[in-house]
């Protein structure tokens, strides 16, 4: 398990600074060393700049499509076959019907978690969705 | 016709030994699983696998529609139900029916008549099979304390819909009786949903005893011995052996008899069971209940008899008949069973999920282990806390019980607590070796001590 | 194993890191990251920020079928300073009625005596009902109706009148 060796060793190190500042006055804690960097906060501690960095957009990456948000996957609520789901480049308002699966002789409604655009519909109409499985996908309204 | 692509609607080990059966007859195998079992050794061996529903059982395993559609879809045109889950539910062989699935047990009406306590004990005492003096329909506590007064106490109260013991009290006398009225009423409204009672005289040093039947739904029902099921916990069976040495040959005979009849009375088709109460003192046995469908603990018929029951119940249900006749079932030698579950007795029998590290089971003649568990495997929360079952066969009781102690020696598991430990203290308890056990003796003599040792 | 495997590791920082009572604990190495908080914004989905994923390290040990605990459905630190934790006695499904369909045991504003039930937590189908501890009002449910939850996981705040 040597992979787990440098998890192992960035958790004891994460331990030893929770007890530093435990111990000290502080309210927050950023430490980078090598390849490995830790950040701990009390509750009035400030915001985690591990997690500002990863959010910003990496300027080399092009902007995406502009209007075009992250896509939130629909998924088959439980084992069921689809019936029919609405064509990609529909808009569609969180709650509304966004396609139609079958059980038995009964049909269900889908509805969307989220308002925008189905920007893919991934499962063929007749097909029997397992659980789980990704309907479609609504790219959210920026 | 015969099944040619069967639907495994259970988990766990059943699940596996029936997709081992299936392949043994060349038939093509999908595993139904929760969200939690998408990796179970019974979904990898089968030819396909299909997630119902998440792992929480009331939105995958216990939903008949889901079950039939994903059979109907995938194309199966045979359901196995195996043991708990839906399996004694008539809804499933009824939906099966509708869409031209054959089900993997009784007719659906039958279910429904042996699943009511009242309506299967009226049948049973039309087939002559011997009843244990009790009441019908108890509508009152001072109906229960007439009735009592009349069987003789102590009495059993019983919820008519019940099962596993809950919705039981027992009564010592008539204030008793008309309190515990009150109790399993309640008990078995908030079960099952239907306060209905019975009474019926309670032996407090009973043996469970059960026979292993097969019907084909024509009226030709055989039997695969009996098994002596009388190491409980809370109704809960430990440990199943077959056959049940404590039964006198003339007893035995009687026994058998009185199962098939009943059997061959509603023309059952499939692995049956009918479970009986044997008051050794009195050198009686009493009709309890049917069990309409392939039970925990059918290895242990299986080891003496040398039929594979699932194969049989699978074959039946494909309309070939019964494959053996009831001379061809002959018994040889002793098998014990013990269940594996996940729970550590010394804590009161706390289940403990987790995941099993080390899984090294016993090797040798006469061993087999009914487990979908191995190291790096999962037990889920969501689930009962079975593990596996392991069975050994002897040429005698008394060789079973050394085989069997050597098995769980020889058996590592680590990671969880499991029951073996308990499993090796019984089957060394002079009661057990000398074979003077009762279905309360576990909770009356082993485990009070048991509990004072491991603290 | 000496007992310093990287499940019992994991275990340590957590059992630590609950205890601590701090807000936010954050590592990251190229093939591994962990990400705790108490906060219930930090446990929601971030699009394209990897949260919480120990790339190359096996499942913790403690039942990762389950899914994760559920966020806190009232932030710990809005609650009162007094306020009494009334924490799961063991891993299971927590339900707040006695059997579907009935109703809740309580609500949050219901008046509970020592001793009183307040939910269920089943596993395996063992269900141990969860009592309250001190007498009072209930001030939070801190876990939705149907969740998995870990040993120890606080589920209701209660506040002594």
């Known amino acids: 398990m040597t992979e787990n060796n440098a998890a192992i060793a960035a958790i004891d190190d994460a331990r030893a600074l929770l007890d530093t500042l435990l111990t000290s006055g502080w309210q927050q804690l950023h430490v980078a060393s090598g390849d490995t960097e830790i950040f701990l906060a009390r509750k009035d501690g400030g915001i985690n700049p591990m997690r500002v960095v990863a959010q910003r957009p990496a300027p080399a990456i092009a902007a995406p499509a502009a209007q075009v948000g992250p896509e939130t996957a629909v998924p088959a609520p439980h084992v069921a076959t689809l019936e029919h789901a609405l064509a990609v480049g529909t808009h569609v308002t969180a709650g509304q019907t966004v396609a139609t699966v079958r059980v038995l002789d009964e049909r269900e409604d889908v509805a969307a978690p989220v308002s925008g655009m189905i920007v893919r519909v991934d499962a063929e109409p007749g097909a029997l969705l397992e659980y789980g499985v990704t309907l479609l996908s609504i790219a959210v309204a920026a | ?455 | 194993m000496n007992g310093h495997d990287f499940p019992d590791a994991l275990k340590q920082l957590l059992d630590e890191f609950s205890r601590s009572g701090i807000r936010e604990l954050h590592i990251r190495k190229p093939d591994f990251e962990l990400y705790l908080s108490t906060e219930a914004s930090a446990a929601r989905p971030q699009a394209a920020t990897p949260v919480a994923a120990p790339v190359s390290a096996p499942p913790a040990q403690s039942a990762p079928a389950a899914k994760p605990a559920s966020a806190p459905l009232t932030p710990a630190s809005s609650l009162p300073a007094d306020a009494v934790i009334i924490k799961a006695p063991n891993l299971g499904t927590f339900y707040r009625a006695p059997k579907p369909g009935a109703a809740n045991y309580v609500e949050v504003g219901s008046q509970v005596q020592v001793g009183d039930e307040l939910c269920l937590i089943e596993v395996m189908k063992l269900f141990t009902a969860v009592r309250a501890s001190a007498s009072g009002t209930v001030h939070a449910v801190l876990v939705e109706d149907g969740a998995m939850v870990e040993g120890g996981q606080p589920l209701f705040a209660l506040v002594r009148d």
């Open chain 2, 1 to 455: 016709m015969p099944i040619k692509r069967l639907f495994v609607a259970n988990r766990g080990e059943i699940a596996l030994r029936i997709v081992r059966a299936a392949q043994a007859l060349n038939i093509e195998t999908v595993v139904a699983v929760s969200d939690a079992d998408r990796d179970s050794a019974a979904a990898r061996l089968a030819d396909r696998s299909i997630v119902l529903g998440p792992a929480a059982a009331a939105k995958s395993y216990l939903d008949p529609r889901l079950i039939v559609h994903a059979a109907k879809e995938s194309g199966c045109d045979g359901l196995h139900p195996g043991y708990g889950f839906l399996s004694e539910r008539a809804i499933l062989p009824r939906l099966c029916a509708q869409h031209g699935i054959a089900f993997v047990g009784p007719e659906p009406d039958v279910i429904d008549a042996l699943g009511d306590k009242l309506r299967a004990r009226a049948m049973a005492g039309a087939a002559g099979v011997p009843l244990v003096p009790g009441s019908e329909c108890v509508a009152s506590s001072a109906d229960a304390r007439r009735e009592g007064d009349r069987i003789g106490y102590p009495v059993l109260l019983k919820a008519s819909a019940g099962g596993g013991g809950r919705g039981m009290v027992i009564a010592n006398n008539g204030d008793e009786a008309e309190a515990g009225f009150h109790k399993a009423s309640a008990e078995a409204v908030a079960a099952f949903g239907d306060g209905t009672l019975f009474m019926e005289r309670f032996v407090p040093e009973a043996r469970h005893v059960e026979v292993q039947l097969m019907g084909d739904g024509n009226g030709q029902v055989l039997h695969f011995g009996e098994r002596d099921c009388s190491v409980q916990r809370r109704y809960q069976k430990l440990i199943e052996e077959a056959p049940c040495a404590a039964m006198p040959d003339h007893l035995r005979r009687q026994l058998h008899e009185s199962a098939v009849a009943l059997a061959a009375s509603v023309k059952y088709r499939n692995a049956g069971t009918a479970e009986f109460l044997f008051d050794v003192q009195r050198q009686e046995f009493y009709f309890i209940e049917v069990n309409a469908r392939i039970q925990v603990e059918h290895p242990v018929s299986e080891a003496i008899t040398g039929f594979d029951l699932v194969q049989e119940q699978i074959r039946i249900a494909g309309g070939a008949g019964l494959s053996v006749s009831q001379q061809d079932v002959e018994i040889n030698g002793h098998a014990i069973e013990c269940r594996i579950n996940a729970e550590d007795a010394a804590r009161d029998f706390m289940p403990s999920p987790g995941r099993i590290t080390r899984w090294e089971p016993p090797q040798g003649p006469g061993i087999r282990l009914d487990s979908h568990m191995s190291a790096g495997a999962m037990i889920p929360p969501f689930y009962d806390s079975m593990v596996g079952k392991l069975i050994v066969h002897g040429s005698d009781r008394a060789d079973a019980i050394a085989r069997l102690a050597d098995a769980i020696d020889n058996f590592v598991v680590e990671g969880v607590p499991t029951t073996l430990p308990l499993h090796r203290a019984i089957i060394a308890h002079p009661d057990f070796v000398e074979n003077r056990i009762h279905t309360r003796w576990l909770e009356q003599v082993l485990l009070p001590d048991y509990g004072k040792k491991a603290a």
